[in-house]
């Protein structure tokens, strides 16, 4: 009995060291540099030929950020119907800072893509 639970023992060592061993580590036959990241597009100012700031495409950020809960074309899901709304301040004011149900993205959007998203929905929508 004792050799049985010995042997059991040291099978669920060795298997518990094998499943640790396959997790991680690396492959040290690979030594080129890693290969650096490019920050998302949203979080990197688009310049122009001329290196003036590129307009935010503000349906790529309502796509991004709010078609999810109002719909691709605003009429609302698990977020009101926003197509009749004329008020591109109140719509920027609402994304910065929430409302009952909406999360707020300050913080979270730069200030041209607030602009930008207000402007569509309340010009494309």
Do not use: K, W
């Not at 298997?15 to 690396?26: E, I, K, N, P, V």
């Not at 349906?59 to 009749?84: K, L, R």
């Amino acid at each position: 009995m004792r050799r049985t639970i010995a042997t059991i023992g040291i099978v669920i060592l060795l298997a518990a060291a094998a499943a640790l061993a396959a997790c991680g580590g690396s492959d040290s036959s690979n030594t080129s540099a890693p290969t650096p990241t490019t920050p998302p597009a949203e979080t990197t100012p688009a310049t122009s030929d001329s290196g003036v700031p590129a307009a935010v495409d503000g349906a790529a950020v309502y796509a991004d950020n709010c078609s999810g809960c109002h719909s691709a074309d605003g009429s609302g899901g698990q977020g009101p119907n926003i197509t009749a709304q004329t008020d591109a301040q109140h719509v920027a004011d609402q994304v910065e800072n929430g409302g009952t149900a909406m999360p707020a993205f300050d913080g979270s959007l730069t200030s041209e893509q607030v602009d930008a998203v207000a402007e569509y929905v309340t010009t494309q929508l």
